[in-house]
């Protein structure tokens, strides 16, 4: 959810940009060049904070799945561990778990930290353009 208020904070400060550079106001330009490049890499540090939260709730729920929820069927000797989050375990999709490229290239974070750090970039190259005009 955070991302769409990102990606709605990046359209604000993209339009202000062009704008100001627009008029010729390059200090401005460089300044919301400067307040992008913070939105960014505030992004990417909750998006790696909601994801350690994320992990730790799923471990959570996973014990309590395997002690209380979901009880071992009979007969499966204790090995049988059927809970949703166990099965996701046993897939390798748990967040943190070892993944081929194929199953690593569908995840979100990769897309979203991509995303996030491309427009880091392309701020600090606005900011670098912005403070080039003004000379």
């Not at 991302?3 to 100001?20: E, T």
């Not at 913070?38 to 994320?54: E, Y």
């Not at 471990?59 to 059927?82: F, R």
């Amino acid at each position: 959810m955070m991302f769409y208020y990102y990606l709605v904070m990046v359209g604000i400060l993209a339009n202000a940009w062009v704008l100001s550079y627009d008029k010729g106001y390059s200090a401005v330009a460089v300044a919301i060049s400067l307040m992008g490049i913070l939105a960014s890499v505030a992004a990417i540090c909750f998006d790696v904070r909601n994801r350690q939260m994320s992990k730790a709730a799923e471990d959570i729920l996973e014990n309590l799945e395997t002690d209380a929820i979901y009880i071992d069927p009979v007969g499966s000797g204790g090995n049988m561990q059927v809970g949703p989050l166990s099965a996701d375990r046993r897939l390798g999709m748990r967040e943190g778990q070892r993944q081929t490229w194929k199953k690593w290239l569908l995840k979100h974070k990769v897309w979203i930290r991509l995303i996030e750090g491309s427009f880091a970039i392309v701020f600090l190259f606005t900011a670098a353009l912005a403070f080039y005009h003004a000379r």
